[in-house]
């Protein structure tokens, strides 16, 4: 299993060495300097050394620590025993062929100079990818060997997939839906088999206004899908002010998709004009209630601790099936009596609003249940945090009293998370173990399926997919049946690979894990080991 470091309070750090052999400097940007008692960076007397790179076809090369960062050709100086780890990034629908020079093979390429050296990397379009089986070999890297091949090819119209459902009773046929509002059907091949545009109400749509953090943010199937066809959409429907779950019902008749049917289920209704801290998870509990993980509406962090608001809460309720009908009912077990009064559409109840199951959230955009229990990846103010609860309890997990892991002696009553990483301290530990990391800075934490699967050699058994937005590190911690870790050994390789605007990560029923990246390309992978 990939594991990582478990610490009191439960901050993770990321384990020591790594399997890339890659090396880091204490300032990376900087190889050929020292810092000395807080001083300004000084040259070090050491000699110096050229690194050249070119690049052959669509693609491109950069390095850690940073110099090499170039299609075409590009050299660098770097002074002497620098290890230098040069990653290949093939273009959109390109492959990478392999290094010449210095570096052989198609992984990370780690050169340490004695002397000045060279290397080339080549890329071509490679054969017409099979996205049923898997589709173009785009890179091996991460500590544990992983790959990325695509299932998506570039070039898709009105294509940025946020998240994806695989239809029951096939390995290849899933739908995807793109922030702006399409939902595309794909079913084995690289390019959808059509899309279905939801974006009007007018036109038969569910209403969805996208741009920054707004948009269509989340497709859940019913569990009764074979027989119902009901599809469920967390979305934003009015600008900066409401966000939504809605249904439709799928018709897959003649081979194509349409959605029709749709129907309001609950309405999240901002107090303020904010458009962001929407929220955005959507998932069914085994015993059939829909869950939805919603943010605390940007305008007022105040509202996560507001019981006659449903903004920074988990809401769950029981939506009617009925065509034409978006009630639902309130389940025991939620934090206040099904008694009060519903909170649907309303910025205010009068009452404590009986949706609620838990609270004390920020922006809670990813949600995902495994068993009993319930995750949520919850974006912080100076703190990413991962959550989990049992869905039969309803806890509180303290926003904005307070912004990851505390004593319980100095703020008791509140749910720590089990994952948390600080943007200046663990964050940048993650990037260190990923040499295409940037150093923008962390800022929206994302969460994916706990791996039930049996490939991968059995290294992913029973680990929990997070991974940063903006930076891009991909990880995963072991959790066992309670949620809580089991990673506390400190086995180090943790870090899985490398992807850009992750949206989510889902367990596929041919036991691979699907990945869509919203941009970078606008693309959906699937988790190989080459």
Known sequence: ???????????????????????????????????????????????????????????????????????????????????????????????????????????????????????????????????????????????????????????????????????????????????????HYFDGGCTPVNTVDVRSAASGGIGVISGGEQGLLNIELHPDFAANRLVFFYHTTQASSTNSVSRMTADLGGGMLTLSDPVRIVDFQKAGGASNHNGGGLAFAPDGTLLASVGDGGSSSASAQNDVMLLGKVVRVVPSLAAGTGAYTIPAGNLFPATNAPCSGMAMGGAPCPEILAKGLRNPFRMSVDGD???????????????????????????????????????????NPIVAYRRSVEADAFRMEDPMATETGSASVMIGDVYRGSRYGGMLASSLFFAEFYDGFVRAVGVDASGAITDTDGVPGAHLFHENAAASFVEGPDGYVYITALYDPPMVYRLVRP
Not at 377 to 395: C, K
């Open 1 to 183: 299993m990939t594991r990582l470091l478990a610490l009191p309070a439960a901050l993770l750090v990321a384990g020591c060495g790594g399997g890339s052999g890659a090396s880091v400097d204490a300032d990376p940007t900087r190889p050929d300097a020292t810092v000395t008692d807080g001083a300004a960076p000084v040259p070090d007397a050491a000699p110096r050394f050229t690194l050249g790179v070119t690049v052959t076809g669509t693609g491109a090369v950069t390095s850690t620590p940073a110099g090499i960062d170039c299609p075409g050709a590009c050299s660098q100086a770097y002074a002497e025993g620098t290890r230098v780890t040069l990653l290949a990034v093939p273009g959109a629908g390109q492959q990478f062929d392999g290094w010449g020079g210095a570096c052989a093979g198609t992984g990370p390429c780690t050169v340490t100079l004695a002397a000045d050296a060279s290397a080339s990397a080549a890329f071509s379009a490679g054969a017409a990818p099979d996205c049923a089986n898997g589709g173009v070999l785009l890179d091996t890297g991460g500590t544990s060997g992983f790959g990325r091949q695509y299932v998506a090819a570039a070039g898709i119209a009105n294509f940025a997939p946020i998240d994806l459902a695989f239809l029951p009773g096939s390995t290849t046929a899933f739908l995807a839906i793109s922030q702006g509002g399409h939902v």
């Open 373 to 415: 229990v319930v995750y949520l990846g919850d974006v912080g103010s100076g703190t990413e945090e991962v959550n989990s609860f049992t869905y039969a309890t309803t806890p509180n997990f303290g926003w904005p009293m307070h912004d990851g892991p505390v004593a319980s002696s100095s703020l008791p009553g509140y749910k």
